[in-house]
C-alpha cells in the first residue's frame, strides 16, 4: 500500500518492507514499466511530483490483485498534485496499465471529430505519446515479498518500546497492555496512521511525550458483522472498511445498508487514497473535528461507542448530541480507550444520505458536510435526525428542525418552515473561522433540499435533476500537429517529440535537485524566523534561549549587513530587506537566521528566539491603499490612445463597473532551497539555489557580501518547477545561506518547507479595474478608459513590470479606437508580490473579456458577436503604438470554434437548460495574443549567452545561461544544437546551468528563453560549423567525429563562445510606431462546464485549444507546456484562492486550505491542436514562445461558468448582466445563482455585513 513518507514515522513500520521509486526501476539495469509510461508519454516536466506519482501507481498494481480500471487509477493518484503537466499526459500514459484500454486513433477519441476529418490538420496528424513503445507489464517480474519477514512472526507479535529525545514510543501487541499504557500514561497519544498528531507536531509545535501505537492490538482490528449492525474495530483503517463495507452492500438487502452505502459514497472524497490506507475511524471520532466527513454520518446513524479503561472496565457510549462537548473534545475520559464502533442497520421505511461541499472535488475539507436521516410511514415523517460539520464548534444536531419535522407530511410545503428552523439550529457569527458564511448558511439549506429531492425520488414523489450529467466517462484526448516529412534529416530533431531529456531520470528518483546533492561532512543548516505580524516595529529580540540550545552554531540579522548591504531588490531600486530592520513590513518576513547543526535541531532552536512587538496599523488591501494613497513613487502607467472625452460623448451607449482579480501562489512543487560553500580562500563562495536567474543571484549575493562577483559562482542544475517565482525571489534564503557561510566558514543549507514558503515569498499580484466603456449598437468598441490597481505588496519587486504588462494586454486581440489606462502599484503590507506565469497579461485580458460580456449583456447579443467586431488585423495599432502584423489570432479563432463546433454545443446547451432547474451547462470561447519580449524597461534582458565545448571524441557539452524548470529548455536547446552541427542529439549534453560558464545572462523568464537562449546557441554552432568546414571539404565521406579528430590534431579551438542580442526591441519604427514586443504568441479556446446551482460545484466537459506557437521545436514540449499553463490558469480563474486575515495574517499557508487543481479538474474531453502553416522569422527556426501565452486560455472555463449561472438567474428572472470576480469559486458561483434559497437569507436578515470580518479580500 501507499503511504506519505511525510507522515509515516519509522518506527511505525517496524518489520515492513519499505520500498521508494529508487527500488523499482533505474537507468543503470531496467526501468519499470510506469517509469517507462511516464517518460515517454511526456508526463513528467519539472520532474518534483514524478516519484510519488509512480509510487502511487505502484502500490494499486502491487496490491489491488487485478488488472485495475480507470476508477482504480484515478483513486490511486489521489492526493497527488503536478503543477506542470495539466495531467493529461501522465494520465494517458498510465491508462495503457487498465483493463480494456484502447489506443487513440492518431490520438484523437475518433466519433465524429475524427482529427481524419478535420481539414486544417489533414493527414498530418501524430500522437505525441505511441503506445506500442512501452515497455510491458508484467506482475510476475515484480519483486517477492522479503523472505527474512515472512518466515518470522516476530516483528509482528514483539512489544516495542522506542525511546527518543523527547518521545517514547510503545507498541503493545494485547489490550492488556494497551489498557495498562493508557493508565499509566493518560495523556499518551494513540497513533494509528500519524495523520493528525503528525500535522499537530510538524505545524502546532505540539510535544508528546508518550506516543502508543495500538496497530498490532487484535480486538481494535476486527470488523464484525451482527444481526443488528457492524462492530468496526478502532484501529481499522477507512481503506479497510471501505473494503469490508463493499462486502456488506453486494450481500445484504439494499434498506439495511443505506448508512454503509452513505459511508462508502463519502470515502472517495475523504483525505487521499495514501491517507485512507493508515487513517483510522477511532482517529477521526476523537480528534472531534467539526468538519469531520465520518462524525456527521455516525451521529445522524446514532451509532455505539465501546471504550474501556483499566480502572473502570468497559462502558458503552451513544453518539448523540452530548458526545461531543467542545471543539475537538469528547466524552471519552483520558484514561479510557476507544475499543470499536457499533454502526446499526437501517430499517425499513427510512432513508439516509450524507452530503459534503468542498472547494475541490477530491483531497479537500469539506466547508459544510451533513447526514441526513428521516423515518416515513405513508408520507408522514415519524423520526429524524439532521447532522451538520462545519457549522459550528462542534458536528451539532438540527434539533429545532427535528421537532418541527416529526409527524409532518413530506411535501414541498414544509421548505420554508424548514429553511427558517435550519437558519436557528445552525447560526454563525459573521466572523466565523472559515468565513464564507452566508454561502455555509445557503449550504445548509441547499443540502437538506438535494436530500428532500432524493427521498421524494425514493418514494416516486418526483424525478430530479441533480445527476443529469450524461457525458461519457471515458477520459479523451488528442493533440494536434504538423508532423515532419521524410525528407528531412534523421539527425535533424526539430518539429519532432523528442521526450524531455531528464525525464527518464525523473520517473527513477535519480534527478538531482538542490536538496538532493549529498551533505558536506562539515555542513550546517539554517532556519528562519519570521515576523508574527503584518506590520509593527520591533522592540526587542531575544537570542539567549536560542543560542543555548544544543546544536546551534550561530544567528544571522541584520547586524551582518551593515547598510545598503541589507538591502535588496529588481535593479536598480532596492527596497527589501534581506534581515528586517527595526520593523517588519508583512508577515512571514525574515527577521533573522539561525544555524544548526541539523534541520531539526534548527527548526526547534528557532522557536527559542523571542521576538517583542509594538503593532502598527497596516494597510492590507487595494482600497485600504487608495484611501491611503499609497502607491510607489506616486507613479501610474500611464497609455492613451484618440480623444477618449470626445469619444465617451460621441457614443451612443456605455457601461461602467468594477472587476477584481485575487492572487495565485506559485505552488511550485520544490519550495526555495539553497547549499551555500564558502571556500575560504579569496573570498571565494559558491552558490547552488533553485533559481531562475543564477546572474541576478549572484549579483544580489556579491553585494550583500561585498565582494566583486566574480569571486560568486552560482549554479542550478534544473528547479521543481519556477514559474517567475524564483525569479527575483532566490535571494530570501540565499542570502541569509551565503551570509551564514562566511560567518561561520562551513556549508549551510536551507529549504523552505511549504507553510514557510508560501508566507515568505509572495505569489501573483491581485487586481482591480475600475472600467467606464463606450460602443455602439453593434457592439464596435469606440472607447475604454480603465483605472488599474494591483496589490504589490511591501516592496516594488516585479508588480511595476506586471502592471505594465497588464495595462498593454488589456485590450486582447481587439482593437479600440480611443483607450486610456492608469495603472497604478499599491504599497501594502503583504509579502511582496512577484512575477508569475503571465506577469499581469491574464489579469488585463480578464478585465477587458468580462467587459465585452457586459457590452453583450446590454446588447442583448451574443459576446462572440462583440469579439468579432473587435478583432485586430494587420495595419492596426495598439493603444502602446505597436503595429499589428502577421496576426493570427483570428486565425486561431475560427479554428477553434469550427473544431470545437461550438454553434452546434451552442444549440445543444441551450436544450439542455431548458430542461434543467438545478443543473446548468455553460459554453465559452476567449481568443488571447501574447505580447513576446522583455519590455518596456528591461530592455537590456533581450540577450543571451551560450558556450559550446566539443571534445575529441565527438561529444558536446552545451551551457547556456537558461534554467532547466521543466519547460524541456534544454531539451529543445539540443535539438538547435542537432539541427545546426547536423548529429545525433545523444551526442549534446546538458549539465548545468552556471555563472562561471555564461555570464551576465538574463532570467529564465518572460517565454523568452528558448528565443534569446537558442539564438545564442545557434551563434555558437555556426562558428562552430565554420571552424569545421575546412575538414568538411577535405574529408567530405567523413563523419562528425572525423571531422572534430581532425580539427582537434590541427590545433582548432573547439570551445566557442555564442551571443545573441536583439536590438530592435523598444525602438521606433520610421512610420513612428515603437516595437514593444518582438511578435505574438496567439491561441483560442472553447470550453463547455456543468455546474450544481445548489452547491456551486462545476465540471468541465470539454475544451478545445488551438495555439500558434510558429513552427514547433518540440510539438509534445509545447503541448505540454499549452497544458500546464490552461490547468495553472484554471486554477487562477476558478479554484485558487489566497485568504488574508483583516491584520493580514495568511490562512493558506499549505495544500491542507489551498487548493490548486487536481487529477479529477482536467476537461473529461481535452484537445490540444497547432495551427498549422505559422511562420515566424523572428525566432530560432521559426518558432515562438508558449510558456505563458495560453495560460489565459483557461479563462474560457470561468466565462462558461459564468454563462451557466446567467442560465440560472433567468429562471429565477433575473436577465441583467453580473459582476463576477475571479476565481469563480465554490461560493462565488452558489451565491451568484439567485433562487429561492439565497432570497431567504435576504429576506429573512440572515445576510452577513459584518464590521470585523474574519478574513478580507486583498
Not at 196 to 216: A, D, H, L, R, T
Not at 377 to 389: H, T
Not at 864 to 891: C, D, M, P, W
Amino acid at each position: 500500500m501507499s503511504v506519505n513518507a511525510c507522515l509515516c514515522p519509522v518506527v511505525s513500520v517496524h518489520g515492513c518492507s519499505i520500498v521508494t521509486v529508487e527500488g523499482i526501476g533505474n537507468t543503470k539495469t531496467r526501468l519499470h514499466p510506469i517509469q517507462d509510461r511516464i517518460a515517454k508519454s511526456h508526463g513528467s516536466q519539472c520532474g518534483f511530483c514524478t516519484p510519488g506519482i509512480v509510487m502511487s501507481v505502484y502500490a494499486m498494481l502491487r496490491s489491488l490483485g487485478k488488472t485495475p480500471n480507470k476508477k482504480d487509477l484515478e483513486i490511486a493518484l489521489q492526493g497527488n498534485l503536478c503543477r506542470c503537466t495539466g495531467y493529461r499526459p501522465i494520465l494517458e500514459g498510465l491508462m495503457t496499465l487498465t483493463a480494456n484500454y484502447k489506443v487513440p486513433v492518431s490520438g484523437c477519441p475518433k466519433e465524429n471529430n475524427c482529427c481524419t476529418k478535420i481539414k486544417v490538420i489533414g493527414n498530418n496528424v501524430e500522437n505525441t505519446t505511441n503506445s506500442s513503445d512501452f515497455l510491458p507489464y508484467d506482475p510476475s517480474q515484480e519483486p517477492i515479498f522479503p523472505p527474512e519477514l515472512m518466515l518470522t512472526k516476530d516483528y509482528d507479535e514483539e512489544y516495542l518500546i522506542f525511546r527518543g529525545r523527547k518521545t517514547m514510543w510503545y507498541r503493545p501487541t494485547s489490550l492488556f497492555e494497551l489498557l495498562e499504557l493508557k493508565s499509566k500514561y493518560p495523556n499518551a497519544r494513540i497513533i494509528v496512521g500519524n495523520t493528525e498528531v503528525g500535522i499537530e507536531i510538524k505545524f502546532k509545535s505540539c510535544q508528546y511525550s508518550v506516543m502508543i501505537q495500538p496497530n498490532k492490538v487484535s480486538e481494535l482490528n476486527v470488523v464484525k458483522v451482527s444481526a443488528e449492525g457492524l462492530i468496526v474495530g478502532a484501529a481499522v483503517t477507512i481503506d479497510k472498511l471501505e473494503n469490508q463495507l463493499k462486502k456488506l452492500v453486494d450481500t445484504m438487502p439494499d434498506y439495511k445498508v443505506q448508512v454503509i452505502k452513505s459511508i462508502l459514497e463519502m470515502i472517495p472524497s475523504f483525505a487521499s487514497k495514501q491517507i485512507r490506507n493508515v487513517a483510522c475511524i477511532a482517529g477521526n471520532i476523537v480528534t472531534g473535528s467539526p468538519i469531520s466527513d465520518l462524525n456527521p454520518i455516525f451521529l445522524a446513524a446514532r451509532c455505539q461507542l465501546k471504550v474501556q479503561s483499566k480502572e473502570n472496565g468497559t462502558r458503552f457510549l451513544k453518539m448523540d448530541r452530548t458526545f461531543f462537548t467542545g471543539y475537538r473534545k469528547n466524552s471519552i475520559h483520558a484514561n479510557e480507550i476507544l475499543i470499536d464502533l457499533f454502526i446499526p442497520f437501517s430499517q425499513k421505511n427510512t432513508f439516509f444520505k450524507s452530503i459534503k461541499q468542498s472547494r475541490r472535488k477530491e483531497d479537500d475539507i469539506a466547508l459544510v458536510n451533513a447526514a441526513f436521516f428521516i423515518k416515513i410511514s405513508k408520507n408522514v415523517v415519524k423520526d429524524a435526525e439532521f447532522v451538520f460539520g462545519g457549522m459550528s464548534a462542534t458536528t451539532v444536531f438540527a434539533r429545532k428542525t427535528k421537532k418541527l419535522i416529526i409527524n409532518r407530511e413530506w411535501t414541498d410545503s414544509m421548505l420554508d418552515g424548514i429553511y427558517l428552523e435550519l437558519l436557528k439550529d445552525l447560526p454563525l457569527a459573521s466572523n466565523a473561522p472559515g468565513g464564507m458564511v452566508t454561502y455555509r448558511k445557503t449550504l445548509s439549506l441547499s443540502l437538506f433540499f438535494k436530500f428532500y429531492n432524493y427521498v421524494c425520488e425514493q418514494l416516486s414523489l418526483k424525478t430530479i435533476d441533480f445527476q443529469v450529467n450524461d457525458t461519457n466517462d471515458v477520459f479523451k484526448y488528442a493533440q494536434y500537429y504538423q508532423i515532419v516529412g521524410n525528407s528531412q534529416c534523421s539527425n535533424d530533431t526539430i518539429g519532432k517529440p523528442l521526450i524531455h531529456r531528464s525525464a527518464i531520470q525523473q520517473t527513477t528518483g535519480e534527478a538531482v535537485y538542490c536538496d538532493d546533492i549529498p551533505r558536506y561532512s562539515n555542513e550546517t543548516y539554517l532556519a528562519v524566523k519570521t515576523s508574527i505580524y503584518a506590520h509593527a516595529k520591533i522592540t526587542s529580540i531575544d537570542y539567549t534561549d536560542a543560542l543555548s540550545y544544543p546544536g546551534v552554531i550561530a544567528i544571522v540579522d541584520e547586524k551582518d549587513l551593515p547598510g545598503s548591504r541589507n538591502m535588496v531588490g529588481v535593479t536598480p531600486i532596492k527596497d527589501d530587506y534581506v534581515f528586517a530592520r527595526g520593523k517588519v513590513v508583512n508577515f512571514g518576513q525574515i527577521i533573522c537566521g539561525l544555524v544548526a547543526i541539523d534541520p531539526i535541531i534548527a527548526q526547534e532552536a528557532v522557536d527559542k528566539i523571542h521576538v517583542q512587538y509594538e503593532e502598527l496599523k497596516p494597510i492590507i488591501t487595494i482600497e485600504e491603499a487608495i484611501e491611503n494613497k499609497s502607491f510607489y513613487d506616486g507613479r501610474c502607467v500611464y497609455w492613451q490612445k484618440g480623444c477618449v472625452d470626445q469619444a465617451f460623448k460621441e457614443s451612443k451607449r456605455s457601461v461602467t463597473g468594477t472587476l477584481r482579480i485575487g492572487g495565485q501562489d506559485h505552488f511550485y512543487l520544490e519550495t526555495h532551497c539553497c547549499l551555500a560553500i564558502p571556500l575560504n580562500e579569496n573570498n571565494e563562495i559558491e552558490i547552488i539555489s533553485s533559481t531562475q536567474s543564477p546572474s541576478e543571484l549572484q549579483e544580489t549575493i556579491a553585494h550583500c557580501l561585498d565582494i566583486p562577483e566574480n569571486r560568486v559562482v552560482c549554479k542550478t542544475k534544473r528547479l521543481g518547477g519556477g514559474f517567475g517565482g524564483k525569479e527575483t525571489k532566490a535571494f530570501i534564503i540565499a542570502v541569509p545561506c551565503a551570509v551564514a557561510a562566511v560567518k561561520t566558514g562551513k556549508p549551510v543549507r536551507c529549504m523552505l518547507d511549504r507553510h514557510e514558503d508560501m508566507v515568505i515569498s509572495g505569489g501573483r499580484n491581485p487586481f482591480l479595474c475600475c472600467y467606464n466603456v463606450g460602443f455602439d449598437e453593434s457592439g464596435q468598441i469606440q472607447v475604454l478608459d480603465v483605472s488599474v490597481y494591483n496589490n504589490a505588496g511591501s516592496s516594488r519587486d516585479l508588480s511595476f513590470g506586471t502592471m505594465e504588462r497588464c495595462s498593454c494586454h488589456i485590450t486582447n486581440t481587439y482593437n479600440i479606437p480611443h483607450v486610456k489606462v492608469s495603472g497604478y502599484s499599491c504599497a501594502t503590507n503583504l509579502a511582496s508580490n512577484t512575477a508569475f506565469r503571465g506577469f499581469g497579461a491574464p489579469q488585463g485580458m480578464f478585465f477587458i473579456e468580462s467587459i465585452i460580456d457586459h457590452i453583450s449583456r446590454e446588447l442583448n447579443v451574443s459576446s462572440n458577436i462583440v469579439r468579432e467586431n473587435n478583432f485586430f488585423a494587420n495595419g492596426h495599432i495598439t493603444h502602446y503604438n505597436q503595429l499589428i502584423s502577421n496576426f493570427t489570432a483570428k486565425y486561431c479563432w475560427d479554428e477553434v470554434l469550427e473544431r470545437s463546433k461550438y454553434t452546434v454545443k451552442s444549440d445543444d446547451i441551450k436544450e439542455f437548460n431548458r430542461s434543467n432547474r438545478w443543473k446548468k451547462r455553460g459554453v465559452a470561447a476567449v481568443p488571447t495574443m501574447y505580447g513576446i519580449a522583455f519590455a518596456g524597461g528591461s530592455t537590456f534582458l533581450n540577450q543571451a549567452g551560450a558556450l559550446l565545448l566539443v571534445y575529441a571524441d565527438g561529444s558536446v557539452l552545451l551551457s547556456h545561461g537558461g534554467v532547466e524548470m521543466g519547460q524541456g529548455l534544454h531539451t529543445k536547446m539540443i535539438q538547435v544544437a542537432s539541427r545546426c552541427l547536423g548529429i545525433s542529439a545523444e551526442l549534446i549534453h546538458v549539465k548545468e546551468t552556471s555563472t562561471d560558464k555564461v555570464a551576465n545572462a538574463s532570467p529564465t523568464a518572460g517565454s523568452f528563453s528558448s528565443d534569446l537562449n537558442g539564438m545564442a546557441v545557434l551563434n555558437a554552432c555556426e562558428i562552430i560549423n565554420k571552424r569545421l568546414e575546412p575538414f568538411r571539404k577535405r574529408n567530405p565521406t567523413g563523419s562528425w567525429a572525423d571531422w572534430v579528430k581532425m580539427a582537434y590534431f590541427d590545433k582548432v579551438n573547439l570551445c566557442v563562445s555564442g551571443f545573441y542580442a536583439n536590438h530592435t526591441i523598444g525602438t521606433t519604427t520610421d512610420q513612428g510606431t515603437v516595437n514593444y514586443y518582438l511578435y505574438y504568441t496567439s491561441g483560442a479556446a472553447v470550453s463547455i462546464v456543468e455546474v450544481d446551482c445548489l452547491t456551486g460545484d462545476h465540471e468541465v466537459l470539454s475544451t478545445d485549444i488551438v495555439m500558434d506557437v510558429g513552427q514547433s521545436l518540440n510539438p509534445a514540449i509545447d503541448v505540454g507546456q499549452i497544458e500546464g499553463a490552461f490547468m495553472q490558469g484554471y486554477g487562477l480563474f476558478t479554484l485558487e484562492e489566497l485568504v488574508y486575515s483583516p491584520k493580514g495574517i495568511l490562512y493558506t499557508r499549505g495544500p491542507g486550505t489551498y487548493k490548486i487543481p487536481g487529477f479529477s479538474d482536467i476537461p473529461k474531453t481535452f484537445t490540444v491542436s497547432l495551427l498549422k502553416g505559422s511562420e515566424n522569422p523572428r525566432a530560432v527556426y521559426s518558432s515562438k514562445a508558449v510558456g505563458e501565452p495560453p495560460l489565459f486560455l483557461s479563462a474560457s472555463i470561468f466565462f462558461a461558468i459564468k454563462n451557466a449561472v446567467y442560465s440560472a438567474r433567468e429562471d429565477a428572472g433575473i436577465t441583467d448582466y453580473f459582476r463576477l470576480d475571479a476565481p469563480a469559486t465554490v461560493e462565488k458561483i452558489r451565491m451568484a445563482c439567485n433562487d429561492n434559497i439565497t432570497n431567504k437569507l435576504l429576506q429573512e436578515g440572515y445576510e452577513t455585513n459584518s464590521i470585523d470580518p474574519w478574513n478580507k479580500i486583498v
